[in-house]
């Protein structure tokens, strides 16, 4: 479930009351989960999918470790699952604008997705079983977007926030 800073968005946001058909939802699920081979890596699991914004949770593993002393996860896991979640917030906000289109349709605007600029601030340490994630966006323009991510433990504990720029045209 969204948090409740991400389930409200901004004024500015590009959301629409729609909701997503669940054959596009499944479309975009396999993007993210599937054919991004790093996301594979991470693990990353794509569990709400809206125009107001993203979930998502990773299940800690031995591969994720950054500490062997602490088992904490490494922050660059963290980093990498909030810059994918924002993508696909940006994806999602993107569709909502064209949901006249079919679900194949829709996923063909999203090849020129690109990272300009990624903002973590790590807040605690990741310790725990499950990692939950979420983005929305905060603006979606013409040829950018600006999004906002969490990173939360298992118990909803904060771990990290993210704010990032990406080309969208």
Same mark, same amino acid.
């Not at 479930?1 to 991400?6: E, N, V």
């Not at 990624?118 to 990741?126: I, S």
């Not at 600006?146 to 704010?163: D, F, N, P, R, V």
């Given at each position: @479930? ?5 389930a ?21 699920? !396999?993007?993210? =989960?599937?054919?991004v ?7 990353? /699991?794509?569990? /709400?999918?809206?125009?107001? &914004? ?20 490494? *922050? *660059?896991?963290?980093? #990498?699952?909030?810059?994918s ?5 940006? @994806? ?7 949901? !006249? /289109?079919?679900? #194949?349709?829709?996923?063909?605007r999203? $090849?020129?997705l690109?990272?300009? !600029?990624?903002?973590? !601030? ?5 310790? &725990? ?5 979420? #983005? ?12 906002? @991510? =969490?990173?939360? *433990?298992? /118990? $909803?504990?904060?771990? #990290?926030? &993210? ?5 969208v045209?």
């Open positions: @479930m969204l948090s409740p800073a991400i409200n968005p901004a004024a500015t946001a590009p959301v629409a009351a729609a909701a997503f058909e669940p054959e596009f939802i499944q479309l975009v699920r !396999d993007v993210i =989960e599937q054919h081979p790093f996301n594979r890596v991470l693990g990353l /699991e794509a569990t /709400e999918i809206t125009p107001a &914004g993203v979930a998502g949770r990773i299940a800690m593993r031995p591969e994720l470790v950054g500490s062997v002393a602490h088992q904490r996860l490494h *922050g *660059g896991v963290i980093s #990498a699952a909030l810059d979640m924002a993508g696909l917030a940006i @994806m999602a906000a993107i569709a909502a604008r064209h949901l !006249d /289109e079919p679900p #194949a349709r829709r996923l063909q999203f $090849g020129r690109g990272t300009i !600029d990624l903002r973590v !601030d790590y807040l605690r340490q990741g310790i &725990g079983t499950e990692f939950r994630l979420t #983005a929305r966006v905060l603006r979606l323009g013409s040829r950018v977007a600006s999004t906002q @991510m =969490e990173c939360l *433990g298992a /118990e $909803g504990e904060l771990i #990290a926030t &993210g704010a990032a720029a990406y080309i045209s």
